[in-house]
Structure formats: C-alpha cells, structure tokens
Nanobody, 124 residues
Framework: QVQLVESGGGLVQAGGSLRLSCAAS????????MGWFRQAPGKEREFVAA????????YYADSVKGRFTISRDNPKNTVYLQMDSLKPEDTAVYYC?????????????????WGQGTQVTVSS
C-alpha cells in the first residue's frame, strides 16, 4: 500500500553530519508512524528513531539520543533523519519503515512497510 525509498547516505568523517530522507508513495492518504532502523554487517537490525503519525511524538534509541533528529513533512510524504556528531559505530545500512500502530513503535515486527536502505559510512 505504500512504497518507501531512502536517500542521503554516504561517507562522512567522525563528527560530521548527514541527512537521510525517506520518500513515500502509494496510499499516502493513510497515516503511518514512521521509523528508522539500521543494520551493520553481521549485526541484527537495530531501532534508531520513530515519529508518530502527525509528527508530535518522537522516540530515540539511547545510542543516538541527542545526536539524531527524526522529523517528517507530511504534505511532502517524506520523513527525515538528521544525523549529527556521527561516530564510526553509526556505520550501517539505514532503513525507513512505516507502521499502522499508534504512537512510536519500537520493534521491527510493528512495522508494515520497509524501504531498501541507504548506506552510511563514518570514518575515524
């Protein structure tokens, strides 16, 4: 019902910043909570941040709190992840996802639709 495409990944030095975007298409007339997850090689998928349907509530993993900011522009059907003070351990493929669950879902199984990911690499 909805397709998600991430963009904005790349290579950045530690301490730098990147802004990821996730563009949604399809049944965007239906409201979804949106989340960002990441997966490093050999690691499990990890929750990063979530934002509620209208954008009024956000939640962050402790590992990124204070450094990352999730936001959304509903008229543009786009969600963003502003990443500041990046660390090498932030290196991963970042995925956006959409959920019909109210609030800010934190678990992968609470999300219904997924993008294909964008690579973020942070060098020391």
């Amino acid at each position: 019902q909805v397709q998600l495409v991430e963009s904005g990944g790349g290579l950045v030095q530690a301490g730098g910043s990147l802004r990821l975007s996730c563009a949604a298409s399809g049944r965007t007339n239906i409201r979804y909570a949106m989340g960002w997850f990441r997966q490093a090689p050999g690691k499990e998928r990890e929750f990063v941040a979530a934002i509620s349907r209208a954008g009024g509530t956000t939640y962050y993993a402790d590992s990124v709190k204070g450094r990352f900011t999730i936001s959304r522009d509903n008229p543009k059907n786009t969600v963003y992840l502003q990443m500041d003070s990046l660390k090498p351990e932030d290196t991963a493929v970042y995925y956006c996802a959409a959920s019909v669950i109210l609030g800010t879902p934190l678990r992968y199984y609470e999300y219904n639709y997924w993008g294909q990911g964008t690579q973020v690499t942070v060098s020391s």
